[in-house]
């Protein structure tokens, strides 16, 4: 019997890694063909094929570096185009396409469930079309607030027509809450660097986006009682709570001085884009302050912070606050001479812990060739370079200038990172495999010496 092209297509891809990663492939690809077309660009003629792909990337990818001017170069088109991929990119390109599906049919399949839950990281395949509605109803009720207040902002702050604020407003809100630090500015928020009314909601929405869907649902039912918070819950705030504390206080303290940053600002001035600069490396590319002006070890916690990344299962990018903190329990019961690995009242499985340090072990990898070609691509400094992989491997978009600096061939590099680190290391390469080999017998087992 003859099989039709989408059953060919679907054995084809028996991995739901697969599937994701062509899904952002094709949609990087669409989206570049848009931004290549006259239409996108505000002079009327077709744009770079490197900087439409490089840009396409960056925002389906919801990473935010750029090699040409959001506003300046592209037109209310090329801006829409950008928008749609970003949303798309945060919400995931398979879960968009399951919730489609349910739409037209009004049923899923089991493989599209698989699909789907590879996507959103959902811990159960039951009542998958109830989580998945929730995560889309969820996304554009916060970006709606966010964009209402923005709005307002925007309106009755700085006079500008009803219009063009709620324009701004939406575009910023859906930037801010996907993570992925596109400005309708040349400085990006340099120039609301002491507005609490723009900074502080679109700080908020790049929290609660990185927090992670799973953990934001719980939270919305048992936020008053954490001692029924699952370990995922418990481990993604506290840590993100950790982490957003000493990014704030290391950014304060060690630019308190600085002329060029947060030195001429007044105290209220100097902790709103302290506590900004912390919060953006959870991994948005806003920045309220001259990147390229910071001191290197304002760099150096950056780059730490952007690798960590946010919480699983959200539009935050890195290696996320979970694998950091499996990793640090991990090491504290090595230390303290345990057989087994315990966070709080529960035990870790082992698979948990080995998956941990595969995506850790992946990154630091990754990140070390990638800075390793890209100096010898460029010209530039060890300290910027490495900014920049860890920026785009981690999907920020901070960068400290050099993007549009990069050679042709440096770009493409940066946009492949921007992709890899979209669709996570392990699930490209596990996308990559041409078939999972099961294990029917085990090894003898034997130690060796370690360290």
Known sequence: MRRSASQVLLDRFQHPAQIIVTAFAVAAVLGTAALASPWASESGQATKLIDALFTAISAVCVTGLVVVDTAGHWSVFGEAVILVLIQAGGLGIMTLA????????????????????????????????????????????????????????????????????????VFHAISAFNNAGFGLWPDNLMRFATDGWICLPIALAVIIGGLGFPVIFELRHSWRHPSRWSVLTR???????????LGFLAFTIT???????????????????????????????????????????????TDVLMFIGGGSAGTAGG????????????????LRGETHVNAGHRRLAATVQRQAL??????????TASTYALLALTPHSLDAVLFEVVSAIATVGLSTGITA?????????????????????????????????????ELPEEKVIVG
Do not use: C, H
């Not at 490396?281 to 070890?297: C, E, K, Q, V, W």
């Open 255 to 301: 630019e308190w001085a600085n002329p060029k940053t947060l030195g001429p600002m007044d105290l209220g001035g100097k902790l709103l884009a302290g506590l900004f600069t912390g919060v953006m490396p959870r991994t948005a590319g806003f920045n309220s302050l001259d990147i390229a002006a910071m001191y290197p070890t304002s760099w150096l916690a």
């Open 235 to 245: 481990i993604t705030v506290v840590t993100t709570l950790v982490l957003l504390a």
């Open 98 to 169: 399951t919730l489609f599906a349910m739409m037209i049919s009004g049923r899923i399949g089991l493989r599209a469930r698989m699909w789907a839950q590879a996507e959103t990281r959902s811990p159960q395949m039951s009542d998958l079309r109830r989580v998945i509605v929730k995560v889309v109803l969820f996304s554009l009720a916060t970006e709606a607030l966010i964009a209402a207040v923005l709005t307002a902002r925007f309106a009755l702050g700085y006079g500008q027509p009803f219009g063009r604020a709620a324009y701004l407003g």
């Open 405 to 441: 600096d990069l050679t042709p061939a440096g770009q493409l590099l940066v946009a492949a990172l921007m992709f890899a680190g979209r669709v996570g290391p392990a699930t490209l390469f596990s996308a990559l495999a041409l078939q999972t080999r099961t294990r029917r017998y």
């Open 358 to 367: 595969a995506i850790a072990l992946l990154g630091v990898g990754l990140v």
């Open 319 to 334: 290696i996320k606050v979970t694998t950091f903190a499996v990793l640090a329990y991990a090491l504290w019961a090595e």
